[in-house]
């Protein structure tokens, strides 16, 4: 049983994807949180273009097949990447959010090795993209990617909090020692913040969506009003709970 928090915090031991080291299987139909961070802590995304990249390839590279961004024609909207045919997914992706200098991901198993794979792709393609843009040598990730199995439906749906209130710390350094006053302002900051999939869950209606997969997670939400309601309601209570 998983310990619940409200300090969103990395927490607990990880499992490694290596075959070698893993001490859990990706069983098929099962929910994990996947996390990693820049070597020595050290910023991952420098600039726009970096995000971006990392987002388009979570869409590209959850895919059985090799597509190539060179071998495509970039003729058209950046967008239209989106629109690629992607014969299988490897991995079903729930939520993720992007940091400086770590990421969060929320995935739900297809198969045995269908997490590995993704992560393995993914990975290797944005290292080899951001080693060559920004002339960087050496490991860009801090060691193999990280893993905790979600194993109760209160944890999974903690989850979609946990990622999508990340971005605060940009705004509000302290904000999970001392909590949010103004809920309205930390939501509004949310809103501006496009390297997450909290503008895919309150109707934002861009074409990132299509990253996720939110028909085979519960559906803990109704509407957009009640994703809304959800982070309003956790926020109050953190905020009620450190200011006590």
């Known amino acids: 049983m998983l310990k619940l928090s409200h300090g969103l915090m990395f927490k607990e031991s990880p499992w490694y994807n290596s075959d070698m080291q893993r001490k859990v299987s990706f069983a098929p139909g099962e929910y994990f949180h996947i996390y990693n961070r820049g070597a020595h802590k050290a910023d991952i995304f420098l600039e726009d273009g970096d995000y971006r990249r990392f987002i388009l390839l979570l869409y590209i590279t959850n895919n059985t097949e090799t597509i190539h961004l060179s071998s495509i024609n970039r003729s058209g909207k950046k967008d239209d990447l989106f629109s690629i045919l992607r014969p299988e997914r490897l991995v079903d992706i729930g939520a993720y959010c992007l940091m ?30 951001f ?19 979600v194993a109760t439906d209160q944890y999974l749906k903690h989850l979609f909090a946990y990622i999508h209130l990340n971005p605060l710390s940009v705004k ?20 501006s913040f496009h390297y997450s999939s909290y503008l895919d869950f309150i109707g934002s209606g861009r ?19 009640d994703f809304d309601d959800f982070l309003t309601d956790w926020l109050t209570t953190v905020s009620t709970m450190k200011q006590e």
């Not at 990421?103 to 993209?129: E, P, Q």
């Not at 909590?179 to 939501?187: C, E, L, M």
Request: glycine letters at 6%; aromatic letters at 14%; proline letters at 5%.
């Open 172 to 191: 509000y350094p302290d904000w999970k020692e001392k909590g949010i006053r103004n809920t309205k302002y930390a939501k509004d900051f949310l809103g």
């Open 207 to 225: 074409t990132q969506k299509v990253i996720l997969s939110a028909e085979v997670f519960p559906k803990y939400f109704g509407s957009e009003r």
């Open 131 to 149: 080693n060559k843009k920004h002339e960087h040598s050496g490991a860009l990730f801090q060691g193999p990617f990280q893993a905790q199995h």
């Open 100 to 129: 400086p200098n770590h990421f969060h991901l929320l995935v739900r198993s297809r198969n045995d090795t269908g997490i590995s794979l993704f992560m393995k792709k993914l990975l290797t393609a944005y290292s080899m993209f």
